[in-house]
């Protein structure tokens, strides 16, 4: 299933998923119990969705329903992954805006992350004017949304604390991001992290590594990688982050981006007002972001 948070043409937001066609689908309305939030459907755990893919069917369109970030407001940092593809790191190593470290791919992974200020959903404007230094760049990513939670999660185990997939954009201001050494304000700034269409539950994807992830920016493909591409895998990444850190329901994990970012064109080709990002992910569908 392809779940959604939604707001209706009433202004009232809650849950839905998207059927076959990609319309939107209340299924609050056909089971009154079930969260009308989604942080809080992830946490009513497997049960609740067997009830969301039982009443599917019966559940009416919504029409005129606005998608917004599939969870709008995380309930803390989102955790984000820094030179995940062995391509992306040789371009980020010699583009000159690599302050950090001294290697091309990394030993181990790199972890950082992002505001929940930072997210916004489909369609919504990345506010550049954000940036004094006119260096906003794109980085399509997939991102991981966490099930059940834990502390000490070890590898073998980690595919099973897994709820689903849905698409970030890692927008970052790269002067930033040189001259502060530390992530944070280079990639934290609010709207700088767009989310959704929707989260694609695990179930529906049988091998993580077949996805395959495309950017676009202004019609033109920037960015083209399957998921197997990774240095660190997902379950490495969940092993890593949870050693000491206890991840929860409705945590969200970006696995990194790949090859193809403004800073690895001589000269960099930073995003401009008006510009277009669309980012792509087989199975989980389309996240397309207007640049103001």
């Given at each position: 299933?392809?779940?959604?948070?939604?707001?209706?043409?009433?202004?009232?937001?809650?849950v839905?998923?998207l059927?076959a066609?990609?319309?939107?689908?209340d299924?609050?309305?056909?089971?009154?119990a079930?969260?009308?939030?989604m942080?809080?459907v992830?946490a009513?755990g497997?049960?609740?969705?067997?009830?969301?893919?039982?009443?599917?069917?019966?559940a009416?369109?919504?029409a005129?329903?606005?998608l917004l970030?599939?969870?709008?407001?995380p309930?803390?940092?989102?955790?984000c992954?820094?030179?995940?593809?062995?391509?992306?790191?040789?371009e980020?190593?010699g583009?000159g805006f690599?302050?950090?470290a001294?290697e091309?791919?990394?030993?181990a992974?790199?972890?950082?992350s992002?505001p929940?200020?930072?997210?916004?959903g489909?369609?919504e404007?990345?506010?550049?004017h954000l940036?004094p230094t006119a260096?906003?760049?794109?980085?399509?990513?997939?991102a991981?949304?966490i099930?059940?939670g834990g502390r000490?999660?070890?590898?073998?185990e980690?595919?099973?604390?897994?709820?689903?997939?849905?698409?970030?954009?890692?927008?970052?201001?790269?002067?930033l991001?040189?001259?502060h050494r530390q992530w944070?304000?280079?990639?934290?700034?609010?709207?700088f992290?767009p989310m959704?269409?929707a989260i694609?539950?695990a179930?529906?994807v049988?091998?993580?590594g077949?996805?395959h992830l495309r950017t676009w920016?202004?019609g033109?493909?920037?960015q083209d990688?399957?998921?197997?591409?990774l240095?660190f895998?997902?379950?490495a990444l969940?092993?890593t982050?949870s050693?000491g850190?206890t991840l929860e329901?409705?945590?969200i994990i970006?696995t990194?981006t790949?090859a193809?970012?403004?800073?690895g064109f001589?000269?960099p080709?930073f995003?401009?007002a008006?510009?277009?990002v669309?980012?792509e992910?087989?199975?989980?569908?389309?996240?397309?972001?207007p640049v103001e």
């Open positions: 299933m392809r779940l959604v948070t939604f707001r209706d043409p009433q202004g009232e937001v809650r839905g998923a059927d066609q990609g319309l939107v689908r299924i609050t309305v056909v089971d009154a079930l969260p009308r939030e942080r809080a992830i009513a497997p049960a609740a969705l067997a009830r969301v893919a039982a009443r599917l069917a019966i009416p369109v919504v005129g329903a606005r970030a599939p969870i709008p407001r309930a803390k940092n989102i955790f992954v820094g030179k995940n593809y062995r391509e992306h790191a040789k980020f190593a583009s690599d302050a950090t001294k091309v791919v990394p030993e992974p790199v972890v950082f992002k929940p200020t930072a997210v916004i489909p369609g404007p990345i506010p550049s940036d260096s906003v760049d794109y980085e399509g990513e997939l991981v949304v099930g059940a000490g999660i070890r590898r073998a980690a595919m099973r604390h897994v709820f689903g997939y849905t698409i970030v954009n890692d927008v970052t201001a790269r002067t991001q040189h001259r944070l304000i280079g990639k934290g700034l609010d709207g992290c959704g269409p694609l539950t179930d529906e049988p091998e993580v077949a996805l920016v202004n033109e493909l920037r990688a399957r998921l197997a591409d240095i895998d997902i379950p969940i092993e982050i050693a850190i329901p409705g945590d970006a990194g790949p193809g970012v403004g800073i001589q000269p080709r995003l401009r008006g510009d277009v669309r980012i992910i087989s199975g989980i569908g389309v996240l397309e972001n």
